[in-house]
């Protein structure tokens, strides 16, 4: 999967090339015996995972009327007796594969054990990180990707197995390049002279399902990637899924803490590996994911060259460029690598929540920063989509964890498909409100997205969850370009780096899902909480697509709908309160700036501390802290970047509508009663009520 991924450093080692004005075209590779045993090892594994159809009876008729010829008595036979030999060479080479991976991992874990009881386990990290990695390339693909998973897992591995296990990424053994050039002849139909002007003698980088050339097209001149499959990697691949799916349907029937379906997990992943082994479905995913998001100048997803790609044979533009992990060398070029997973973790949040198509497998070697600043993508053999329903509930669930509002929590699993409708989500809510009380103690910043998932998890294993496969790969991704940023900055936190994308979609968008979880977050027991709103205005411009248009429009649509007529009786009510904080406060503001003589002339010497209106100093700081704030949120529209004024223009038109005239009006007349009611208390000096008193909190 991710020999695409490493296709090139800055700068690039030179590369023996092989021209073909001064060298012949590849031999055709392979032996006779070695294609006789990429066929039969073919059998033997479509054997495995295809159920073999037995020939249809024959006829009731056609028996009756004459016995079967010989000839075909003889073939039925013969076919017989082949199917018995394909199932007796399954067997054996299932129970090879199996002693083989049992042996080869059971070893690595007794010593481990043994240097555990020696107290040598510290000392001996390196050799075993060395013999892990070891054992990974030896065991084949299935492996190496479990390999190239934990090598970017800080939190999981010693630093030791990190640099080891990240070898997994571009140091794997080679195939020959006799067979590579001839599967590119027998591929495309073409002589490798006449595609190439010139082609490296020796793979740029290998990787577990293929591997890479630097090549320049004869047409054009231009530098491309050659990515080549691996031979027999098909076959290899489908034993040992036949393997782990029958492990599968033990822990299926004998494991009771699992409540997934590991067979169906199994297959998932199966047929996400057995895309990734087409490429040219990878070239197809890879132009899809290069019209959704390389708009942004920041990021770079290379080009395909479709006449030269095929289903074992890629060709792609060349990228020259550091991978992500390899922070020295990326500060020598004057970049900086968290400017860079900054530019990913934006990225991957459009994939997520936007589009929903994403990149499913981030690791260091999928990710090159270029000499230029920009985030290369690479490798689009894992690829997945987040349903359209579950971009809104994963945002409304990060809203609905703020708010501790744990029973929206659990109800959003229904929405996310974690529960089936008839699942009763009430016991659910004290383990989240266990977890997530002490969770939500940090502050945002604060908080390692690791702990939160962690944590979840926790929570899922006890009830009868069934995470979907897009959900998995998703905190893997988030995960990963967590683990990228802690190489650079152990305290980085990609929760606090995504939540400005979160205000800026709460804000903005206009899914009923999110306005509700906007209206969830901002109202709380009938009263609005201006400070939410100023949070999520201060965030939310950080993101540069943030408009302070598009953030007034959902909300007024909401508000002026069919079905607001709830939302419309607290914004009177706090329409009136913020007019009143804005009208008494300025009285306060010229009382305070009045000196003490024309005080007492006015007020006729009953002017006090308290100030010149008939309310406590605690209520008088709190209306003077609500027009502060209000007074904030205005400057921060304004000094949006791309505000305009006539974003009100729409507001004005809207307002001319029936319904609005009628908002209109009972603002207006809650307005005058509220100042009414408080100039008649000015006049008779009578203490506020509790009424009163209640309205201005």
Same mark, same amino acid.
């Given at each position: ?140 693909? @299935? ?30 053994? @080679? ?67 036949? !393997? ?7 822990? $299926? ?24 082994? #087409? ?5 197809? #995913? ?77 690791? =260091? ?98 009830? =009868?969850? $069934? ?5 998995? !790969? ?36 206009? /899914? ?18 201006? #400070?939410?709103?100023? $949070? ?22 909401? !508000? ?9 009786? !607290? ?12 009208? *008494? ?30 309310? /406590? #100093? ?9 027009? $502060? ?17 006539? @974003? *009100? ?49």
């Amino acid at each position: 999967m991710s020999a695409m991924a490493v296709v090139a450093r800055i700068p690039p080692t030179p590369t023996p090339t092989r021209r073909f004005s001064e060298a012949s075209s590849s031999s055709s590779g392979c032996s006779s015996s070695r294609r006789r045993w990429g066929r039969r090892r073919s059998q033997l594994v479509r054997a495995a995972i295809v159920e073999a159809t037995p020939p249809p009876p024959p006829s009731s008729s056609s028996s009756s009327s004459s016995s079967p010829a010989p000839l075909v008595l003889e073939s039925r036979q013969r076919q017989s007796q082949r199917q018995r030999e394909r199932t007796e060479d399954l067997q054996a080479e299932a129970v090879r594969r199996a002693v083989e991976i049992v042996i080869a991992l059971g070893s690595f874990g007794v010593s481990l054990g043994l240097d555990r009881s020696r107290g040598d386990l510290d000392r001996n990290k390196r050799f075993r990180a060395a013999q892990l990695r070891r054992i990974f390339t030896r065991l084949g693909p @299935t492996f190496v990707k479990l390999g190239q998973g934990l090598s970017t897992r800080p939190d999981l591995c010693p630093p030791e197995y990190l640099e080891e296990l990240s070898q997994l990424q571009d140091a794997l053994p @080679t195939f020959p390049d006799e067979e590579a050039f001839s599967c590119i002849e027998r591929e495309l139909g073409l002589s490798l002279d006449s595609i190439f002007s010139s082609i490296s003698a020796s793979p740029i980088a290998a990787a577990s399902l293929g591997q890479v050339y630097k090549a320049q097209l004869k047409y054009s001149g231009q530098v491309v990637a050659v990515k080549v499959q691996r031979p027999a990697i098909e076959e290899a691949i489908g034993l040992d899924f036949y !393997l782990i799916r029958g492990l599968g349907f033990l822990i $299926n029937k004998y494991v009771d803490i699992i409540s997934s379906d590991v067979v169906a997990l199994i297959d998932e992943f199966a047929s996400r590996v057995y895309q990734e082994l #087409n490429y040219v479905q990878e070239a197809q #995913n890879a132009r899809r994911f290069r019209k959704l998001y390389a708009d942004r100048e920041d990021i770079l997803v290379p080009d395909i060259f479709w006449d030269y790609t095929g289903t074992k044979v890629l060709t792609m533009e060349w990228v020259d460029g550091v991978k992500l992990n390899e922070q020295v060398a990326i500060e020598k070029q004057g970049l900086k690598v968290l400017d860079l997973v900054n530019t990913g973790i934006q990225c991957s949040l459009r994939q997520l929540l936007e589009y929903g198509y994403f990149h499913a497998d981030p690791h =260091p070697g999928n990710l090159l920063a270029t000499p230029d600043g920009k985030l290369a993508f690479l490798d689009f053999g894992m690829m997945s989509e987040t349903p359209e329903e579950a971009r809104s509930a994963i945002i409304g669930h990060v809203v609905h964890m703020v708010n501790r509002d744990y029973e929206a929590m659990a109800r959003d699993y229904y929405a996310l498909d974690f529960l089936s409708p008839d699942v009763d989500v009430s016991p659910i809510v004290p383990a989240l409100r266990d977890f997530f009380d002490d969770a939500l103690n940090y502050t945002v910043s604060e908080l390692n997205f690791k702990t939160l998932v962690d944590g979840l998890g926790n929570v899922l294993y006890q009830y =009868p969850f $069934n995470v979907p496969a897009y959900y998995a !790969l998703i905190l893997r991704s988030l995960t990963v370009l967590e683990g990228l940023a802690l190489y650079a900055d152990p305290n980085f936190k990609v929760l606090a780096a995504s939540y400005p994308y979160f205000a800026k979609r709460l804000l903005t968008d206009s /899914s009923p899902y999110l306005r509700d979880a906007l209206i969830e977050l901002l109202f709380k027991d009938g009263k609005f909480r201006w #400070n939410r709103l100023e $949070n999520l205005l201060v965030e939310g411009r950080k993101d540069r697509d943030f408009s302070a248009k598009d953030a007034l429009q959902p909300v007024l649509k909401l !508000l002026l709908g069919p079905d607001g007529e709830e939302l419309r009786v !607290l914004v009177i009510k706090e329409a009136v309160r913020v007019t009143e904080a804005f009208v *008494l406060g300025s009285v306060i503001d010229a009382y305070s700036s009045m000196p003490d003589m024309v005080r007492s002339l006015i007020f006729n010497g009953n002017g006090n501390s308290s100030g010149p209106l008939v309310m /406590s #100093n605690t209520e008088q700081q709190r209306m003077i802290e609500l027009r $502060n704030r209000v007074s904030r949120i205005w400057q921060l529209l304004q000094s949006s970047e791309n505000f305009d004024p006539t @974003t *009100l223009q729409p507001i004005l038109q809207v307002l001319q509508q029936p319904e609005a005239r009628d908002l209109g009006g009972r603002v207006i007349g809650g307005i005058t009663r509220r100042l009414a009611a408080r100039l008649l208390q000015q006049v008779l000096r009578l203490p506020p009520t509790s009424s009163a008193s209640a309205s201005t909190s």
